[in-house]
């Protein structure tokens, strides 16, 4: 899916979360995805780009997004 093809309110969204975590000092955030939609195989996420627009980020680490895990499990019954 390109930026363009996403909902517009989608796009506000994460832009907005982006603006915020860079201003909480994330010099560099970005939002992993859970496909890789160039086909190289590798991760990849929205950032921001120099001028501060939503942007597809190829080939990122998801340690190297702001992804974050609670840690907590479900427990099952």
Do not use: C, R
Not at 39 to 61: I, T
Request: glycine share 8%.
């Amino acid at each position: 899916m390109q930026i363009s093809d996403m909902p517009e309110e989608d796009k506000v969204a994460m832009h907005d979360t982006l603006l915020q975590w860079k201003k909480d000092g994330n010099e560099k955030p970005l939002l992993p995805l859970d496909v890789d939609l160039d086909g190289d195989g590798k991760p990849d996420a929205y950032g921001l780009d120099e001028n501060d627009e939503l942007v597809f980020v190829s080939g990122v680490s998801l340690e190297d997004t702001v992804f974050e895990s609670t840690g907590v499990e479900e427990a099952s019954e």
